[in-house]
Nanobody, 123 residues
Framework: EVQLVESGGGLVQAGGSLRLSCAAS????????IGWFRQAPGQEREEVSC??????YYADSVKGRFTISIDNSNNTAYLQMNSLKPEDTAVYHC??????????????????WGKGTLVTVSS
């Protein structure tokens, strides 16, 4: 059974940091590329970042503040978020998909999406 479980969300003041984790099981990171997307209430989904062997992708809105990393030994992905802003408030999900230096395309099969963790940034 494929599972992706996020953790690490919470309430933080503007300018603060959080580190999100995504523990995956039922498939190997060797076969899929992993990334993060977020969705705020009433807003469209935004693909934030992803990781591939040829490099990482970051949305312009987070470039220079967020860093993605992967631990293949335990099938865990991380998203280090620094200098957080109120507009970063959203539910953050990890997911498998196709990652290039320019975009992150999520897998159509939502079994490869995690349920998300809420990040709230207060001003």
């Amino acid at each position: 059974e494929v599972q992706l479980v996020e953790s690490g969300g919470g309430l933080v003041q503007a300018g603060g940091s959080l580190r999100l984790s995504c523990a995956a099981s039922g498939f190997s990171f060797d076969n899929y590329q992993i990334g993060w997307f977020r969705q705020a209430p009433g807003q469209e989904r935004e693909e934030v970042s992803c990781f591939s062997n040829s490099g990482a992708y970051y949305a312009d809105s987070v470039k220079g503040r967020f860093t993605i990393s992967i631990d293949n030994s335990n099938n865990t992905a991380y998203l280090q978020m620094n200098s957080l802003k109120p507009e970063d408030t959203a539910v953050y999900h990890c997911a498998a998909g196709h990652c290039s230096g320019r975009s992150f395309i999520l897998m159509y099969d939502r079994n490869y999406w995690g349920k998300g963790t809420l990040v709230t940034v207060s001003s």
